[in-house]
């Protein structure tokens, strides 16, 4: 417990570091860096949140990804075209407004969440790892196909949408507003997994039959859990969206899914700052194999290979210790 | 990667060119792994082979891998823009990747010279005055090959593109000059590798010929599939499928097949000869249609930087508005979006000793512009 | 639409499916016997394909490029158990997905470095190119048919290996009862490398086959990767007969979804969304089909509970 508090803390204390760092030295790449490694850390600790506490392993959670980016994408682009959303049965304007748009991110990753849970669920194992993978293809080839919003080219929107008392196009300051979120992510998910309700989900994670018979039924345990891990990820999704300033299918992809599984895999599974850990490793990794060879892919692939295999229980098991590893 | 490559012009070129002494900062951002590889690598090299040629001391290009992932195009964009300062991009060859980067590049002020990819809307109400496109409209190849068609006695095509807009706008481009029926028309599924389907469809169909628009691989499988089901109509696409990268692998199949393209390399004109011969000279292979557009990007940015600082922004953006440089392709200028105003050819696919290549055999526009100009307002 | 094009499209489908089935049956076996998903049986098949080519542009002979597909493509599954695979039998799937995913992005890009970046060449041979008409007046391509006979011998060689050969006995046991082939004196960790090879030749020879009509590329395994995938959860992990249906089913769903979808459509809509939203429809039909049946069979057609 200590040595990960502490871990933890370093975690936090390097982000911020390396972004103030990175303002002083006029580096703003360095700062988008970070912003993105507090982005993927929220759409980690979402899919952890299921993973970790409900062992719901999701190689699909880039449907709610794409779909909080799609949030984005098609509330601002009609507000940057001041064309209505819809007119019929009540007039929907588009917006430019974050708080709105990640509102409406979080309501529909939770509304599809709960739909994908609901079906998926009735399956375990394998099975559902492989349905949870169809509805993320799904999503993925009807955003290529649905010519409405841009289709395989994406919707590029023009300038980053506007937090009230900040300028978000300011890269420290949309830096600030991200690691905020996640902050507060972390916090909520913490408390979740503290709650009756995160110790009734672990429960059912090891053994379903003890819960079933204190009179709790799994399935809503799982599916409450993965529509709150759906949510989540829709809200990284939002900000990874205002990030680049615009929205792709490549967001629905499967490789996302096997991307956001391997920050979580990464950073320790169930270690409610392991996919922050695992996020900022990777991004890490690429930014710095990246710059060493054309074929920098393959680095990465053995040393994944290395983690799997010789580093279990993450990067925050392997720093500090597996005494407090879920199982 | 990152090769920073200086362009050591030795000793000779630095006082020559020392009255225009400012740099110039070049940023690359194209695709140099995964399975688009072949088309970024072609570009890169044809870039830095003319930049090689040149050999002056006041450019610096800087290269960077986009995955063909729109948001690490973003990405390595910004970072190009704020940490490395450079003055201009290039480099891209998808849409979807050039929709994500040029209008918040040239929002910002930075020039971007497009070597391949040149969507409508960037040629239409997008349009900007720092953004010029070396390649050609996505359009104008299609259009070309729908003029070919009415030349050629087609009068009942058969065609088929992938269900993402480039295929879509492949289609429309291909109808705005085509005067025939239409036999039929499919959208197939991107990335679809079979294509016994739509075969069928065809042979069903009674078309007098094909015109397809499939890059890449999808292309690959269509011509190894149409060549084995025995049917003989005349196949007509876009150069991409019967590029020099991508012929060898389709092999026999190929042969024969028109296709339409803006540049070849027994194009007889000075500069296209000598670059033909250095191409192979330096990396012993033949030059691509994106090598050349990559050769021909390199040359008109230096054209400019010999007229103007890239400081001066109105007197830069001038300068390669004139594109006063010598194009592989022949004549060449910017119409009033900044997009090629240029001849498209009709190529044949040949075969030369072991090696399938293309060879001219007409021409199906002359002086083309794009059919999105009117709707650009600068 | 004539009964001699949907039936041509019906030996399409067909086609497509035995060819998905070459690559789900190593999948479900090696799921089966091993418990491990192996996200990198796209990379064998890409391995067979490049092999393929590589020898066919040698040597000018398609069946030595066979051999070599089926050949190259055990030697890879054997070295990467031995040096990999064998330490994720008693993992999580968790683990096994991440450490499989690694193996793609070093197979892809190692291969890319071997061959390049551009696509190499594989034809149809001679003496299997055209077409011949078939009962009824159909026409169709000889090479389609070869491989739809080929994929069927396959299948039957597989049933009869499992049935009724001694490996085949062990193979089953080793599906009810890991520990007690181990009792019994079996050599276990052969057993697994011989399946893991055996599922990796098989996956070979698909992108062998495959090559010879569409691209051999870099990247080319994945799309089929996760449609072998879809095929073996219909049919249900670990069912070698659950795995024909299966791969049969998606195969005629995609081929006809594609074909007879947008059809549909310009029944109550203009011809060009038709067109859109047919395509997209059929884009997504396998996987409609797949979250159908497991909605209902969660296990698949032939899982065990």
Known sequence: MRAETILNAALLAMLVAVALWAWTADEPFIITLVTKVAIFAIAGIGLNLALGLGGLVSLGHAAFFGIGGYAMGILASHAQSYTPLMEWPLLVEGTKSMPVIWLVAILAGALTALVIGALSLRTTGVYFIMITLAFGQMFYYFAISWPAYGGEDGLPIYVRNGFPGLNTLDPIQYFALCFAVMCAVLLLVARIAASPFGLALSGARQNPQRVQAVGLVPYRLFLVAFTISGAITALSGALYADLNRFVSPTMFSWQTSGEIMIFVILGGVGRLFGPVAGAALFIALEHVLGGLSEFWHIYLGALLLVVVLFARGGLIGLVAGREVAHD | MKFTTLATAIAIGASAIAAQAENVKVGMITTLSGGGAGLGIDVRDGFMLAVKQAGRDDLEVVIEDDQRKPDVAVQLADKMIQSEKVDVLTGIIWSNLAMAVIPATVAQGKFYLSPNAGPSMLAGKGCDPNYFNVAWQNDNLHEAAGAYANSA?????????????????????????????LAGE????????????????????????????????????????????????????????????????????????????????????????????????????????????????????????????????????????????????????????????QDIYVREVIKEGDVYTNKIIGTALEDHADAYADQCSM | ???????????????????????????????????????????????????????AA?????????????????????LVELTVIRRLYDRDHLDQVLATFALILIFSEGTRWVFGSFPL????????????????????????????????????????LIAHTRIGIRIRAGESDREMIGALGVNIARLYTLIFALGAALAGFAGALIGAIQSVQVGMGEPVLILAFVVIVIGGIGSIKGALVGAI???????????????????????????????ALAAMSIYLLMAGVLLFRPTGLFGGP
């Open chain 3, 249 to 279: 089913l998606v195969g005629l769903t995609d081929t006809l979804g594609g074909f007879l979808l947008p059809r549909l459509f310009t029944l109550f809509m203009d011809a060009s969304s038709a067109m859109t939203m047919g395509s």
């Open chain 3, 58 to 78: 040698a040597t000018g002979s398609f069946l030595l490029a066979l051999v070599a597909s089926l050949v190259a493509a055990a030697a890879a599954g054997a």
């Open chain 3, 121 to 160: 060449f594989l034809e149809v041979p001679d003496y299997l190119s055209g077409s011949v008409t078939l009962p009824g007046g159909i026409e169709y391509p000889l090479y389609r048919l070869t491989m739809i006979l080929i994929g069927l011998a396959v299948a039957a060689g597989l049933f009869a």
């Open chain 2, 153 to 181: 006695g087609l009068t009942n095509s058969f065609i088929l593109a992938p269900n993402y807009p480039a295929g879509q706008d492949a289609l429309t481009g291909y109808k705005r000059l085509y005067e025939g029926e």
């Open chain 3, 1 to 55: 639409m004539s009964i001699v094009l949907l039936v041509e499209q019906v030996l399409n489908g067909l086609q497509f499916g035995v060819m998905l089935f070459l690559m789900a049956a190593g999948l479900t076996l090696i799921f089966g016997v091993m418990g491990l998903i192996n996200l990198a049986h796209g990379s064998l098949y890409m391995v067979g394909a490049f092999a393929a080519a590589a020898t």
């Open chain 2, 186 to 341: 499919i959208y197939t599924k991107l990335g679809q590798t079979d294509y016994a389907s739509e075969i069928a469809q065809i042979r069903a169909s009674g078309a007098d010929s094909i015109y397809f628009f499939l890059p890449g691989g999808m292309g690959i499988s269509f011509l190894k599939q149409y060549a084995d089901s025995g049917m003989d109509i005349p196949v007509v696409g876009p150069a991409f499928s019967f590029d020099q990268g991508i012929l060898q692998a389709v092999g026999e199949a190929a042969l024969g097949v028109k296709n339409t393209s803006q540049w070849n390399k027994d194009l007889d004109n000075a500069a296209n000869t000598a670059f033909v011969a250095a191409f192979q000279e330096e990396y012993d292979r033949l030059p691509s249609l994106y090598a050349s557009q990559g050769y021909d990007t390199a040359n008109l940015l230096m054209s400019a930087m010999d007229k103007a600082d890239v400081s001066d922004t109105q007197a830069f953006r001038a300068a390669l508005k004139a594109a006063d440089f010598a194009s592989v392709r022949g004549d060449f200028r910017f119409g009033s979006n900044n997009h090629p105003i």
